[in-house]
């Protein structure tokens, strides 16, 4: 069983509000994402990190920012939430290369109102 | 750049038929290729991957999937349904020899399986 884990799961908010969705992991592993996925839709890679201090931008383009201070930890903040933010988003972790596993979240789901 | 196509946004099958979920994949390689399925309300659990050993790939709840090049395929099956197994399947492709996991999703297939 994955060891990853988001909080909150579901999470409804006004627009103009700041929110952070967050993501941990106790696997120890170096590399994290970030995923969009709206419904019906596949899911779309908008951050990931290397490791510490490391944080690229997906392809899929975000206003969302994210932060690795810590291994097992990758959150993802929006300053401005607006409705258009309004999606489930998951988190990911791997260690290794790309024929690897991904472990994945359970996701948050935000709704923007 | 790689792309994943799904036929079907959704399968309907009654219990104990077959399954059969199709992934064409496009890249200038062949590149690693994996099966995921979500249940609702849930993260994406791996069912199987090809990592260009056995081009027939066997993967949890009796799923497999066969790699075919000359096709650029990667359909998956399983030989009787259960109702378990009801939820969305997404074909996913990883460009080999990078230092990380950056999947590249198909837009998934439901699967709904009747009595």
């Known amino acids: 069983e994955a060891d990853i884990y988001q909080t909150p799961r579901y999470l409804v908010i006004g627009t103009g509000k700041k929110i952070t969705l967050e993501c941990s992991q106790t696997?120890?592993?170096?590399?994290m994402y970030w995923y969009q996925q709206d419904p019906g839709m596949e899911l779309h890679l908008i951050h990931y990190s290397y490791g510490v201090n490391s944080t690229e931008k997906g392809d899929l383009s975000s206003e969302s920012t994210v932060s690795r201070i810590r291994t097992e930890h990758f959150p993802l903040t929006l300053e401005s939430a607006r409705p258009s933010h309004t999606s489930q988003y998951l988190c990911?972790?791997?260690?290794?290369?790309?024929?690897?596993?991904?472990?994945f979240g359970q996701g948050t789901r935000l709704t923007v109102v | 750049a790689q792309s994943v196509t799904q036929l079907g946004s959704h399968v309907s099958v009654s219990e104990g038929a077959l399954v059969l979920l199709r992934c064409n994949y496009s890249?200038?390689?062949?590149?690693?290729l994996f099966w995921y399925v979500q249940y609702p309300n849930q993260g994406l659990q791996l069912l199987l991957k090809?990592?260009?050993?056995?081009?027939l790939v066997k993967g949890i709840n009796g799923f497999e999937a066969e790699f075919k090049k000359s096709e650029t395929s990667f359909h998956l099956t399983k030989p009787s349904a259960h109702m378990s197994d009801a939820a969305e399947y997404f074909c996913?492709?990883?460009?080999?020899?990078?230092?990380?996991?950056?999947?590249?999703f198909g837009t998934g297939t439901r699967l709904l399986v009747s009595p």
């Open positions: 090809y990592t260009s050993a056995a081009t």
């Open positions: 996913a492709v990883s460009a080999r020899n990078t230092g990380f996991q950056k999947l590249v």
């Open positions: 990911a972790s791997s260690q290794g290369h790309s024929n690897t596993e991904a472990f």
């Open positions: 696997m120890g592993h170096d590399k």
């Open positions: 890249s200038s390689v062949p590149p690693y």
